[in-house]
């Protein structure tokens, strides 16, 4: 029995994932999504979304995504609720293999397996993500105008996170385990001398606290490095400025990745080293980051694909 070959397999299945796929399955390509050990992405974990366009009244992270999913799925994309273990690009048809054992082939791949945020491991704070626990201020910092925050970092991101949130918090709070920060000079300047800006030094986040119905937060419990000294911060929100990881396991020995594991492009493209492999969205991008963003990457490597395809005389329904 011959083996089936794929026009099109997508790891990943937050927005720029599903946007390739709805682009993949109007162009005919039938494309099957690898949906990953967190189907929908980072906004499965965001309550109220209010800057995706066409939803002026906001919408809820997980609706979003199933809208997302239920177009993708209208004009043919198929799902395989499955992660990538491993994959062999030295050759065409791809070959990847799920973790259970599964291979599948394809004649292109696109990657976009996204990047999830560092968190402190707290139970407390993953039972409050999304009721005032967030690691995106572009995201989230909104919601709390004229509120107390806490960010807890200490790189760049961090100063841009709270910076960025002296726009509508009263007041930032910066909570850095370290004497020193390891950010450039010109943010640590931005925050140090922003007088909506507090810095508490040689200081870490133990716990969050929340209103006892874990509906909202009402401060965390700080702990003095130094003096082991315990001691409770009331604030609205906590946000995480420590990092992102992206999903790039599978592909870190096969495809090119910066020094953290991003994967690399051709500039102003989806294009990688090997022909037929595209990327999209968080697993590339760890400047913007956002729901949109990422949607217009899914956008171009589904294009990028599709013109891939008929270059080489392929395409339609597998």
Request: glycine share 10%.
């Given at each position: 029995?011959?083996?089936?070959v794929h026009n099109v397999i997508i790891v990943?299945?937050?927005?720029?994932?599903?946007?390739?796929?709805?682009?993949?399955?109007?162009?005919?390509?039938?494309?099957?999504?690898?949906?990953?050990?967190?189907?929908?992405?980072?906004?499965?974990?965001?309550?109220?979304?209010?800057?995706?366009?066409?939803?002026?009244?906001?919408?809820?992270?997980?609706?979003?995504?199933?809208?997302?999913?239920?177009?993708?799925?209208?004009?043919?994309?198929?799902?395989?609720?499955?992660?990538?273990?491993?994959?062999?690009?030295?050759?065409?048809?791809?070959?990847?293999?799920?973790?259970?054992?599964?291979?599948?082939?394809?004649?292109?791949?696109?990657?976009?397996?996204?990047?999830?945020?560092?968190?402190?491991?707290?139970?407390?704070?993953?039972?409050?993500?999304?009721?005032?626990?967030?690691?995106?201020?572009?995201?989230?910092?909104?919601?709390?105008?004229?509120?107390?925050?806490?960010?807890?970092?200490?790189?760049?991101?961090?100063?841009?996170?709270?910076?960025?949130?002296?726009?509508?918090?009263?007041?930032?709070?910066?909570?850095?385990r370290r004497d020193a920060f390891r950010a450039?000079?010109?943010?640590?300047?931005?925050?140090?001398?922003?007088?909506?800006?507090?810095?508490?030094?040689?200081?870490?986040?133990?716990?969050?606290?929340?209103?006892?119905?874990?509906?909202?937060?009402?401060?965390?419990?700080?702990?003095?490095?130094?003096?082991?000294?315990?001691?409770?911060?009331?604030?609205?929100?906590?946000?995480?400025?420590?990092?992102?990881?992206?999903?790039?396991?599978?592909?870190?020995?096969?495809?090119?990745?910066?020094?953290?594991?991003?994967?690399?492009?051709?500039?102003?493209?989806?294009?990688?080293?090997?022909?037929?492999?595209?990327?999209?969205?968080?697993?590339?991008?760890?400047?913007?980051?956002?729901?949109?963003?990422?949607?217009?990457?899914?956008?171009?490597?589904?294009?990028?694909?599709?013109?891939?395809?008929?270059?080489?005389?392929?395409?339609?329904?597998?």
């Amino acid at each position: 029995m011959q083996e089936t070959v794929h026009n099109v397999i997508i790891v990943g299945s937050g927005p720029a994932g599903l946007t390739a796929a709805i682009y993949a399955a109007r162009a005919n390509l039938a494309p099957i999504v690898i949906e990953g050990m967190q189907p929908g992405g980072q906004l499965m974990i965001t309550t109220d979304v209010e800057n995706y366009p066409g939803f002026p009244d906001g919408i809820q992270g997980p609706e979003l995504m199933a809208l997302f999913r239920q177009q993708a799925e209208k004009f043919g994309a198929s799902f395989v609720s499955d992660e990538v273990a491993q994959v062999d690009l030295a050759r065409r048809p791809f070959a990847i293999v799920l973790s259970d054992g599964t291979q599948l082939r394809t004649h292109t791949l696109i990657v976009a397996s996204g990047a999830a945020a560092k968190w402190l491991g707290l139970e407390s704070e993953t039972r409050l993500m999304g009721k005032g626990v967030s690691a995106c201020a572009t995201c989230d910092g909104f919601f709390f105008r004229d509120k107390d925050v806490v960010v807890v970092g200490g790189g760049d991101t961090a100063m841009e996170e709270a910076t960025f949130l002296t726009r509508f918090a009263r007041k930032v709070t910066l909570v850095h385990r370290r004497d020193a920060f390891r950010a450039s000079k010109i943010m640590q300047q931005k925050v140090l001398t922003n007088p909506k800006i507090e810095v508490k030094w040689n200081t870490v986040v133990v716990q969050v606290l929340h209103d006892g119905q874990w509906q909202k937060v009402t401060g965390v419990r700080l702990k003095d490095v130094k003096t082991s000294k315990e001691y409770n911060f009331a604030c609205d929100g906590l946000f995480l400025a420590i990092g992102h990881e992206p999903n790039t396991k599978a592909f870190r020995d096969v495809l090119p990745t910066d020094e953290i594991g991003y994967l690399q492009v051709k500039q102003g493209t989806s294009l990688t080293s090997i022909p037929g492999v595209f990327v999209a969205g968080d697993v590339l991008d760890k400047r913007y980051r956002q729901a949109v963003t990422a949607a217009g990457f899914g956008c171009m490597a589904a294009i990028d694909a599709e013109r891939f395809l008929e270059s080489e005389g392929a395409g339609g329904s597998s």
